[in-house]
């Protein structure tokens, strides 16, 4: 039989009704023209036709799928079910979209991050070709994913020969703005093979080739992406041949890429694509492309046919000494020598392309994937819970569906396919809520310098995981509650549909289990909130160091004003002298780099006590005149760098308090010097004229560091940019207004980019804010679930035991001991579970120690806030049922009996 005529089963049976009707009526008449009376003829037709109900339902049987047929008639039957109980349906649906829909937005998000492969042909031949292992890398480097220098990516690209072709790339932020506050655009540095390495051809225009990647490429053209041409240039038909600026420099745009291509790295959209040699021109200053100790730029290759990564890598290795030995820089010493040419290269799958996201968001994202997972099953359990009761107002319906012939799986098949159609709404109405929940996720993790770009997208995963869903949670919901409601002997479930009801102790206590069960999960859930709350509260009031409020970070651009090397010190000090005469500024300095934005400056130094001779790294910054009043940072001894402290004089350094008691003493540290090796064999010695206390240097969560800083008006190639630390009172909108004026009448050409330092904490808090925000949405969602668990039950036990609490209250039990007996049964569900949930949320605490910060996994603070605040919402969710249950009428109810 096919499907045609399963799916029109309904019209043959009408069109069959009408033929049989057609040939009665023929009949009929034959009968009458031999003689017959009408009714006679009409009694002769059908005793010759036959049964014809009978025949319309062979026919129908013939005509359909019994399974599905089955199906779709206890489907309806469910639907009709579910709109008899709304209250019942409302709060089934909403626990399942608010479980489903948590889950399937944190595995939108790491399918995103962790999963999808690059949208490009065939990512399954892609490999990252890096160093093995490059934690004794030396040099400068730039970017998130600094892996080789272009020497290096050189040597790759003309002696490999295990990819059919390889690309390099680094990421860079451009500024598209002609003067005046910074406007960022994501930037890439491509090699002439990026895009046909990686099969992305142009959607207009072309791409870059061989050609236009070549020393000296002053002209170099630019390729935007689509996003980039929409935000832009709307979109216009004429935008190749247009020049888009960048920090300063026009390229000509000369294609635009499909609007599936958002770049290699995950987490990031790229707006415009340049080619390598263009770092020549954009940054000159910077040696990218010549040096080989500047590391920025990352590489992957496509495999030949029949080559796997273990065999590229075992290539690579073969071509490394020679490799590594042609890119040796002058600018190493013997020991970084030696260790630059004992790097090996290897080739790892890079299919799903680059993201800092997984490392910095891997564990979080999945611990809070754990966490949706508990939220979803305390769902799951409180709906068992709640089909347990239904069940028991059900019990005549399937004694008499089972006294009347039905097998009890045609019946658990019945309260399964309720269950289903429950997980299908909850689920369908989950994904929708999901959508919504992995975008306010996404945009948690976004700032406003630093946006975060997914494509959250269904794909067959989160399809699966959806179909999945509902499969388990109909199963986990559904199963129990269908076999206990089937597994009563028929005689029993007659008896307890009518009167003399009592109480089945044996669901009774399978209902208590599970609210014990629910309890516990909670406990989890609300207990892992609370520790990552306080460890946010931690973070947000530890004290720095330093001062916060009140202190703007301005990045200046000074390229385009054409300024001479020599005359760049003379200009550093014009911007300060106008900076500090704006009224309402009280204090301002250089800095190399802004504290806890995440830069670091590292080098080996050499302290010289005696016949002894200390080295070690060390972690710098170099400072303006200004720099620790600016930042509140007090001196313990010695003094401030002054107008003195310049190119002229001896090297002075001021050194922080676990540097001096670490390398010297703090308090013979003032007086004592350290050297700095500038080139190989070459060790400048720097004085120490004071001592600061600790501040945090890069990272919040990291301990303070022995940091030396030296004096930026001491350089003596001073940076073409400048970075300034500005202390004022003013708003940060008027501040930023002042100082942007005050910079335009410098120079109106500057660009300028302003942050505050509380928002680079905010920012470096960012996983914590995050973490205690969806815990604690999952916490409260927790309670909530209990609260209906719990309120579900004891009303469900207080109608069950209507005629046991008329008896009571007829022999005397004043109302005060009903509530009290009501109240015992939710209260020892509360203790048993807490218990229970107090001992699992410490071992879940433990698996996430490395993401608390100055707490313990088994916080008594957190344990103790989490047990009461589950124990006031059990009191709450108790109050109605025991107070409904005093109110009884002793007489109404032994009425009822």
């Not at 009949?27 to 006679?40: K, L």
């Not at 806890?596 to 060390?618: E, K, L, P, Y």
Request: glycine letters at 10%; hydrophobic letters at 45%.
């Amino acid at each position: 039989m096919g499907w045609t005529r399963f799916l029109r089963r309904g019209r043959w049976d009408a069109e069959r009704a009408l033929e049989l009707e057609a040939h009665l009526a023929i009949e009929t008449d034959e009968n009458i023209a031999r003689g017959m009376a009408p009714d006679e003829a009409r009694c002769a037709a059908h005793r010759k036709l036959g049964n014809v109900l009978r025949i319309r339902e062979d026919i129908y049987r013939m005509n359909t799928i019994a399974s599905l047929d089955a199906l779709w008639r206890d489907l309806r039957y469910g639907v009709r079910l579910l709109r008899r109980t709304p209250g019942f349906t409302a709060v089934a649906v909403l626990s399942l979209t608010l479980g489903i829909g948590a889950n399937a937005a944190i595995f939108q998000v790491i399918d995103a991050v962790r999963l999808r492969v690059l949208p490009v042909g065939q990512p399954q031949e892609l490999v990252e070709v890096r160093i093995a292992t490059p934690r004794s890398r030396a040099g400068n480097f730039y970017g998130s994913y600094a892996e080789l220098t272009n020497p290096q990516w050189e040597q790759i690209r003309a002696r490999q020969q295990a990819f059919t072709g390889v690309l390099a790339w680094g990421a860079e932020r451009f500024d598209l703005a002609r003067g005046g506050e910074v406007r960022k655009a994501h930037g890439l540095y491509v090699s002439g093979s990026f895009f046909e390495v990686l099969g992305v051809p142009a959607a207009r225009g072309r791409v870059f080739n061989d050609a236009d990647d070549r020393p000296g490429c002053a002209g170099a053209g630019a390729v935007i992406s689509h996003a980039f041409w929409q935000r832009e240039y709307g979109g216009e038909d004429g935008v190749l041949g247009r020049k888009v600026q960048l920090a300063g420099h026009p390229f000509d745009i000369i294609g635009v890429t499909p609007p599936t291509f958002h770049g290699v790295e995950v987490g990031r959209s790229y707006d415009v694509a340049v080619p390598i040699c263009a770092a020549a021109v954009l940054e000159p200053d910077a040696g990218m492309i010549e040096q080989s100790h500047v590391w920025w730029l990352s590489a992957m290759g496509r495999l030949r046919p029949a080559w796997t990564s273990e065999r590229a890598t075992a290539h690579l290795r073969a071509i490394s000494p020679s490799l590594f030995q042609r890119t040796l820089s002058a600018w190493f010493d013997p020991e970084q020598a030696k260790d630059y040419l004992a790097f090996k290269l290897e080739a790892v799958s890079c299919s799903a392309g680059f993201s800092s996201l997984r490392a910095d968001y891997g564990t979080p994202l999945w611990l809070l994937f754990a966490l949706s997972g508990v939220v979803l099953l305390a769902s799951c359990v409180n709906l068992a819970n709640l089909m347990l009761a239904r069940a028991g107002t059900r019990e005549r319906e399937v004694g008499v569906r089972l006294a009347t012939g039905a097998s009890r799986w045609r019946v658990v098949r019945q309260l399964l396919t309720e269950s289903v159609l429950l997980a299908a709404i909850g689920t369908a109405s989950g994904l929708l809520l999901a959508h919504g929940l992995s975008g306010l996720l996404v945009a948690s993790l976004s700032t406003a310098q630093d946006p975060v770009f997914m494509d959250l997208s269904m794909d067959w995963r989160v399809l699966g995981f959806a179909i999945a869903m509902v499969m388990v949670t109909a199963l986990a919901f559904g199963l129990t509650p269908a076999l206990r409601a089937t597994a009563t002997p028929v005689h029993r479930m007659m008896k307890a549909g009518g009167r003399g009801a009592s109480i089945d102790r044996g669901r009774h206590g399978l209902q208590g289990t599970l609210v014990v069960v629910q309890v516990a999960l909670s406990m989890v859930m609300v207990g892992s909130a609370v520790l990552f709350a306080l460890s946010l509260r931690n973070l947000a009031t530890f004290d720095t160091g330093h001062r916060v409020d009140g202190v703007l970070a301005a990045e200046l651009s000074l390229g385009r004003l054409g300024v001479p090397n020599d005359r760049l010190p003379a200009l550093h000090r014009t911007l300060i002298e106008r900076l500090r005469a704006v009224p309402g500024i009280e204090s301002v300095a250089r800095t190399a780099i802004v504290p806890m934005a995440g830069m670091q400056m590292n080098d080996t130094i050499r302290v010289v006590r005696g016949t002894s001779t200390t080295q070690r790294d060390t972690s710098f910054h170099r400072v303006g005149t200004g720099y620790f009043r600016t930042m509140g940072l007090s001196f313990v001894s010695g003094r401030d760098f002054d107008d003195h402290d310049d190119t002229r004089s001896k090297p002075v350094a001021i050194v922080n308090r676990t540097f001096a008691a670490r390398f010297l003493s703090p308090a013979t540290a003032v007086g004592g010097s350290f050297e700095i090796q500038t080139t190989p064999g070459h060790w400048m010695p720097y004085e120490i004229v004071g001592v600061v206390k600790d501040a945090v240097y890069s990272d919040v969560r990291d301990p303070v560091p022995p940091v030396a800083y030296l004096a930026l008006d001491q350089d003596a190639e001073p940076d073409r940019d400048a970075r300034l630390l500005i202390h004022s009172r003013l708003p940060p909108t008027v501040l930023r207004s002042a100082v942007g004026r005050a910079i335009a009448e410098v120079g109106p050409a500057i660009s300028i980019e302003f942050s505050t330092l509380s928002e680079i904490v905010r920012h470096a808090t960012q996983r914590e804010r995050m973490l205690a925000a969806l815990s604690a949405s999952f916490g409260i969602l927790a309670m909530a679930l209990s609260a209906i668990g719990i309120y579900g039950v004891l009303s469900y036990l207080v109608v069950r035991r209507r005629q046991e609490i008329g008896v009571r209250l007829a022999l005397g039990a004043t109302r005060l001991a009903i509530v009290q007996m009501v109240a015992r049964e939710s209260l020892g569900w509360l203790g048993a579970g807490i218990a229970l949930g107090a001992v699992l949320a410490g071992l879940a605490a433990t698996a996430a120690r490395s993401l608390l910060f100055g707490l313990t996994p088994t916080d008594p603070t957190a344990m103790v806030v989490a047990g009461a605040l589950l124990t006031m919402t059990g009191v709450v969710a108790t109050i109605v049922p025991a107070v409904r249950a005093a109110r009884l009428h002793a007489a109404g109810a032994l009425r009822e009996e």
